[in-house]
DNA sequence: CGTCTATTTGAATGTACTCAAAAGCGGTGG
DNA sequence: CCACCGCTTTTGAGTACATTCAAATAGACG
């Protein structure tokens, strides 16, 4: 059950038992039925998720009601507004399910108890957010250095066999082109 | 001297006099020349900047041997390789100046040791990432949905006056454009 | 002042979009 | 289990946005 996120917190910081067991203590888990918004756009991000199984994406609606989806979060990814969550204002981006996922969650005041229980806690947070942080800084170069196939063969490599899970319209809005167009590139290589 | 700076650190943590005294005796300042590289592609990020006055960019040089700027750094503004600078590896990005700049300093070491000797600057930093974090996401969704022009117009208003500062070329890589079509779309709005 | 680089302008091209229609696929109810 | 409905994907034609190439002009710096 606690397998996955415990190989994830072990990426970055060492447990002890009696930390492993606090720190299950504090997480909660959900499973979400395929296509379900876990938090809406303008609410407040009081959890930060981690999904176990199946798929999230993070997205945003503009003003002509187009989606924009920022982010995929299969298995052993970390999702939240992280700006909302960290001044608990209100959400710019929405996180929802692509397909039934389970996922693990600490609230706002879990995590701020989890930060003084376990200090080591704060540098796993930190490197999780600088990572996203270069993620972000080297997809912003990537666009505006390559076209839209291009773009779309680093997807694939970024995230691996994800593409046979989630529909087509999700990847083309991920790249920022449209479906139909997707289609055609996918259309010309085979 | 140090009021630009000392007024970035109170817009996230409060300090009082022995802790002030003390990372002034931390900060390192150099003036640079217009057109000066400060961290090359493949170095390692040793210092992380504050511009006190001038401007920096960062950017990356492509296959092609075309700059993609990611982002500008005029007074105020911090600057560094995230992720060259927390794990001291190779550096993706590379950072220069636009004008005459004046920067503070901080090394990575220093940065550990102020770390230790006034932790609420672990508060600073973690917000500072924080908000880059938020600023690269909210781009990526812009540039996902805006048009050329539209990014352009977002350009002026987040970096206000900074136009008439550099060159028109600069603006283009950030917005991801060609000079020439920057050109265009400026020419057509008189 | 002269040289080098940046910017402007114009023409032709390519990349990606819109609109429209057809085909495919998944879920639901009979 | 099959038929139907709604949504996604494909395909095609025409269009708009942005690029390349080239040449002329303007600016910056020694």
Known sequence: MFDVILANFAMHISLNAAETAHVKSLLQHK?????????????????????????????NTD??????????????????????????????????TLEDTDVFY????????????????ERFFRILTQNGFN??????????SKTAEERYLQFQKQYPKLEQRIAQKQIASYLGITPVFLSMIRGKKS
Chains 1, 2 share one sequence.
């Open 31 to 59: 499973a979400v039925k395929k296509n379900t918004v876990l938090l809406h756009s303008g609410d407040i991000c009081r959890n930060i998720y981690f999904v176990n199984k199946g798929c999230l994406r993070i997205f």
């Open 63 to 96: 003003s002509n009601g187009e989606e924009h989806n920022i982010s995929f979060c299969p298995e052993n990814w970390w999702a939240v507004d992280i700006s909302s969550f960290s001044g608990q204002s209100p959400a710019f981006y929405a996180i929802g």
């Open 106 to 121: 600490l609230s706002y005041s879990m995590l701020e108890q989890l930060y003084v229980d376990v200090p080591k806690f």
């Open 135 to 144: 993620l972000y800084q080297r997809r912003i170069t990537s666009n505006l």
